[in-house]
């Protein structure tokens, strides 16, 4: 429950998605724990929304049994409060959303994986590092490092990120989105760039990568920003004037 309310940091996150990547079994249990957290928090509303409809349908049957009155004023009155309870019924949606739409929850945090297929022997220190989720050796071996191409600066940015540091991280996913010499580790850097600004509560500057994401099909991230991201993302933007 920790680790699904964003509380979780540094080793105890390492850790913990460590042991979620070993386990398929509490993978599913971690599926589970977020349908059920997720239906505990819509229980509210849709008491509210069953508590409408009732009402509604009461009054439905009742002007059908009142057949001595015109049948279509009865239709239009019955059709006006169908009208209310689903505006009422948005309403409550919308406000809803507003008050828990948060940086955190915006978006997957995602799982960038390595793609190695040179053998083991050349796989280099941070790579195995990053295998091993050892953000903290990633980011000691990076910054000892005198040189970096795009794949070293995500890995970096990544391990920032993933430590808690994501103002840290966006430095180095800006080195790789101004690299017009190559676009390779572009799109998954305007991801987790994305990702690091709403990680320090910036979702204005994380408006500008979501929504090149969100109108590019051809982005390899394109299917995690869908409009429902876009909305809640206005939502949070004005919950958060001026960052």
Do not use: C
């Amino acid at each position: 429950m920790r680790y699904l309310d964003g509380e979780l940091s540094g080793k105890d996150l390492q850790d913990f998605e460590k042991s979620l990547a070993e386990s398929p079994a509490m993978m599913t249990e971690l599926d589970n724990l977020r349908l059920a957290k997720l239906a505990v928090e819509h229980y509210g509303l849709k008491q509210q929304v069953g508590s409408v409809h009732k009402q509604m349908m009461a009054e439905f049957n009742d002007e059908v049994a009142k057949t001595s009155r015109p049948k279509l004023f009865s239709l239009m009155r019955v059709s006006m409060r169908v009208a209310a309870a689903l505006l009422t019924a948005l309403v409550l949606f919308g406000g809803y959303q507003y008050v828990v739409v948060s940086s955190s929850k915006l978006l997957p945090a995602g799982n960038y994986e390595l793609s190695v297929t040179r053998g083991e022997a050349a796989v280099s220190p941070i790579e195995k590092y990053y295998q091993d989720k050892d953000y903290n050796k990633v980011i000691s071996e990076y910054q000892k490092s005198r040189s970096a191409d795009n794949e070293l600066l995500l890995l970096a940015g990544i391990s920032y990120y993933k430590t808690g540091q994501a103002g840290r991280a966006i430095p180095e996913f800006k080195k790789i989105t101004g690299n017009t010499a190559t676009d390779n580790y572009r799109d998954d850097a305007e991801y987790y760039l994305a990702l690091s600004y709403l990680g320090i509560n910036e979702p204005a500057n994380a408006k500008i990568w979501l929504e090149k994401i969100y109108k590019d099909k051809d982005h390899l991230y394109h299917d995690k920003v869908t409009w429902w991201t876009m909305l809640r993302l206005k939502m949070l933007i004005a919950k958060n004037p001026g960052k």
